[in-house]
Structure formats: structure tokens, C-alpha cells
């Protein structure tokens, strides 16, 4: 008799433990549990289960089911009750999302319910136990993600669509394909130079500041300023004037007043009381400026969509002393300052144009001539490309890895710098490029990641955003080899 009686309280000692676990489980996971007594057509809500829904605690008339589907949203009921149906004819059991309208305060909540049937002895179902959960917070967080997937398939759609347009109006109103690769590189350059401002600030705008430093920080140090008030640009806007500043400088480069050491440019910008800004581009003491003879895409970018893009009107005058050019636009440009800003570009290196008559082999020869290099690039194009670049350099390429276990390979062979992709295939190259600095072998950064101006892994080491051209990384190898 003490030994039943021993056995029956060891029983529920251990009915009470499990109970007390399950309590703690559904506490934690923030679920309430339910049961639906078929038998007697009763609806039971368990205390947890009415702070999550607002439903009255206890037994309630079940009405066959119908009493818990007039608390689901009228749009979902009819669904749940086939789900529900068919899980518990089918398989016994049964998983559900919907939407509930809480009976007081009349809030609609996303719910996710599962449950089980707990058969008799006929094999009838007795009873269904199951629980109860809010996923409100997670179905908002779902949605966000989609609308930023379906944001995001927008932007990137957009983008190749631009860069399309680029193309074929670049290709359009040049003569070689040497120039239609100089100007289209350089306009696709601008493209991502405004992209990176406004990943900066997650794509809610950049300031006029830090789009002048973008374009004209590295084309000509000393030879350039820029100055106003603080304006932030929403991203169309942003995108406007990043390619206006670059066709302005690249006409600049080319003809006006920083193809000569002498030459200076000024860029002003004001805030009119009416609203919007003003942008005046002077240059001074280049080359006696002469009108152009034909009208290139160029003078149609900046003359006919910069304007209707920052809402407003441009206008370009070829004076004897140097170009002077007014870009007016209204408040449709322009956004609220986001509650950060972005770092100002410090750019090390140049994303300079060539200057008028300079090849490329003339210009870079006396930096990178005779130079050993590894490549390290995932894209194959690229790497191709590079290779091709740094060799009419008079570079040598020594080798190209496209994976970080080649790259590793390749660490033994004899060259005087290296060219990194920070991602290769998803893997980070750091392993690379901690050998490298703890041999003391220079390298850069050739990247579309990470923030404008900082190397990615936190290494002391130039870095080159993608796009790039090969004056770009030519003079970063330069950089890190000591040779400027």
C-alpha cells in the first residue's frame, strides 16, 4: 500500500513538472493554448490565450466552430474554416495564419493557431487542443522585406535602364569607340558615385557638399572649391546633379579651365527665399573658351533632362574667360535631413579623365611601368579587363586569382602589389589580405562594398569603389607603393 501510494505521487510529481515546463514554453514563446471540446461544444480559453486575443477566459459555446470563426477577420474566416477542416479530416491536426479582430478594442491582429485531435475511443475525435500565437510584429517585418524586395527590383531595373540610355546616346554622338568608352565609363562612374552617397543615408537623399567633393575632390586638388549651405537632395535629384557636375568637370578636363595648371573652377550654391537652390559652375583662367560647333549628348544631358529632373532649368554660357554654367531647381528636389549623415568622400584616389593628347601608357608609365601585380577577382570580365589595362600600363600581371583558395595558391609567386576584390564568391579575402600586410606587401581594395573612404576588414590600404577605370587603380597601386 505505501508502495502505490510512493508510486502514485511520484506520478504526479512528474505530471506537475512537465505541466510546469509546457507553462514556461508557452509563457516564452508568448502562446496561448486553447481547447475545443467536441463532445459537449465547448470553446475553452485559457487565461494566456485571452491577454494575446482579448477573448472572454473559460468555456464559452463552441456552436460548432462557428463562435472562434466570428472573431476571425471576415476576409479570412471563410478560408480558415476550410483549412481547419480539411487538416483535421486529412492529417488530424492543423496550421493556420489569419487575421482576428480583437472584441473590444476592435484591433486586428495577425494570428498563427495550430492544433491536434485527441481521439476516443471510437477513433471519432473527442477534442481539439492546440495554441495560439500573435504574429503581428512578424508579418509587419515580412511585408516591410517585400516591399523592399519589390523596391529594390524597381531601383535596379531603373538603373539598367539608365545605364541603357547612357549607352545608346553615348554611342550616339560619338565618333570612335575609344571615346564612346572614355565618356560612357565616365557617366557610369558618376551613376555609382551617386549610388554610394546614397547607400550612405539608405537612399534617403545626399547633401550638395558631398556631391561636389564626390565628382571634384580628386580631379584636380588645389584647382577647385565648392561651398554653400546645407541642402540634402531626395535621390532623383541626387542623381541629376552628380551627372551634371561630371559632364561639367569632364567638358572641364577636356577644353575649359582643368586641362591647365593655372585654371580654377568655383561651384556656388544658395538657397532662394522661394524655395529650392541655385548652382552657379564658374571657370577661370583656362584656355579663351570658344562655343561648341555640335551639340553633344552631353550638352543635351545637362541642357534638357538635368533641368527637368531637379525640377527646374539649366543653362550653360561658353564666355571668352570660361564656362559659366546655372542650375536652378525647385523644392521637388529636395528632402529632410536624415538623423545621420554620411562622411565627406576623401577620395585618394583620382577618378580623373585623361587630360587632352595624354594616352594612357603616358600617363601612368612613370607609376606602375615594370610593375609586378596579383589580381584578385571573382568577375572573370573584370579581371580580364584589368589585366588588359594594367599591361598597356606596362604593368605585369603575374597572375589572377578568381577564388580566395587561388588567391591563396597564388600568394607565393614574386609580384610588388596586389589588386583585392573584398568579396569573392561570398568569402571575404581578408585571409589574403592579412598575409599581405604581415609580409609588407602593398595592396588596395578594388570594391563595391563598404563605406566611401574606409578599407573593408578595417586594413590601412587604399580602396577603389567599383566602378572603376584603370586610371583609378593605377594610381591606388601608385599610392600604396609609395610612389606619389
Not at 492529417?91 to 476592435?106: I, N
Not at 481539439?128 to 516591399?147: L, P, T, W, Y
Not at 579651365?257 to 583662367?285: D, K, M, Q, Y
Request: glycine share 10%; with cysteine; aromatic share 6%.
Amino acid at each position: 500500500m505505501a508502495n502505490r501510494r510512493k508510486t502514485d505521487l511520484d506520478a504526479e510529481e512528474r505530471l506537475a513538472i512537465e505541466q510546469g515546463r509546457a507553462s514556461l514554453a508557452l509563457d516564452a514563446a508568448g502562446m496561448g493554448e486553447f481547447e475545443w471540446d467536441l463532445e459537449h461544444d465547448l470553446f475553452i480559453v485559457s487565461p494566456r490565450m485571452g491577454a494575446i486575443t482579448g477573448l472572454p477566459v473559460g468555456p464559452m459555446p463552441a456552436e460548432r466552430g462557428l463562435k472562434a470563426y466570428s472573431y476571425v477577420h471576415p476576409e479570412d474566416a471563410e478560408q480558415v474554416g476550410r483549412d481547419v477542416a480539411s487538416g483535421l479530416v486529412e492529417q488530424g491536426r492543423y496550421e493556420v495564419r489569419y487575421r482576428m479582430v480583437r472584441p473590444h478594442d476592435g484591433r486586428v491582429l495577425w494570428m498563427y493557431s495550430a492544433a491536434t485531435a485527441v481521439m476516443g475511443p471510437t477513433g471519432a475525435p473527442r477534442r481539439v487542443i492546440g495554441i495560439v500565437r500573435d504574429i503581428s510584429a512578424r508579418k509587419a517585418e515580412e511585408d516591410e522585406r517585400e516591399a523592399l524586395v519589390a523596391e529594390l527590383d524597381h531601383r535596379v531595373k531603373n538603373v539598367l535602364a539608365s545605364v541603357q540610355s547612357l549607352a545608346a546616346q553615348s554611342a550616339r554622338k560619338t565618333i570612335s569607340i575609344e571615346a564612346f568608352l572614355k565618356k560612357f565609363s565616365g557617366r557610369l562612374e558618376a551613376m555609382a558615385s551617386a549610388h554610394t552617397l546614397l547607400t550612405a543615408t539608405r537612399w534617403r537623399g545626399a547633401e550638395i557638399g558631398h556631391i561636389a567633393a564626390a565628382e571634384l575632390g580628386g580631379l584636380a586638388p588645389g584647382q577647385a572649391k565648392w561651398e554653400g549651405p546645407e541642402i540634402l537632395l531626395n535621390p532623383r535629384g541626387t542623381n541629376a546633379l552628380t551627372l551634371a557636375l561630371h559632364e561639367l568637370a569632364t567638358n572641364a578636363l577636356k577644353y575649359g579651365a582643368l586641362s591647365t595648371e593655372a585654371g580654377r573652377v568655383e561651384v556656388i550654391w544658395t538657397a532662394p527665399e522661394e524655395g529650392g537652390f541655385e548652382l552657379v559652375w564658374t571657370e577661370r583662367h583656362g584656355p579663351i573658351v570658344q562655343p561648341p560647333t555640335r551639340r553633344g549628348f552631353g550638352s543635351t544631358l545637362l541642357e534638357r533632362v538635368t533641368g527637368r529632373e531637379l525640377g527646374g532649368c539649366v543653362k550653360v554660357d561658353f564666355l571668352p574667360g570660361g564656362v559659366c554654367a546655372t542650375l536652378r531647381a525647385d523644392a521637388s528636389a529636395m528632402t529632410r535631413p536624415p538623423s545621420f549623415q554620411p562622411r565627406r568622400r576623401q577620395p585618394a584616389v583620382s577618378p580623373a579623365e585623361s587630360a587632352p593628347g595624354a594616352s594612357l601608357g603616358e600617363r601612368l608609365s612613370d607609376d606602375i611601368r615594370g610593375v609586378r601585380v596579383l589580381i584578385v577577382e571573382d568577375a572573370v570580365l573584370l579581371a580580364l579587363e584589368l589585366e588588359a589595362g594594367l599591361t598597356d600600363a606596362g604593368a605585369t600581371v603575374v597572375g589572377a586569382a578568381a577564388d580566395l583558395k587561388e588567391a591563396e595558391a597564388m600568394l607565393g609567386l614574386g609580384f610588388d602589389v596586389a589588386v583585392l576584390d573584398a568579396n569573392l564568391n561570398g568569402q571575404s579575402v581578408a585571409p589574403v589580405a592579412e598575409v599581405l600586410a604581415a609580409r609588407g606587401t602593398p595592396f588596395i581594395f578594388a570594391t563595391g562594398y563598404g563605406v566611401a573612404g574606409l578599407a573593408p576588414a578595417g586594413f590601412e590600404a587604399p580602396v577603389v569603389r567599383k566602378p572603376y577605370n584603370i586610371h583609378q587603380i593605377a594610381s591606388a597601386m601608385a599610392l600604396a607603393l609609395g610612389r606619389v
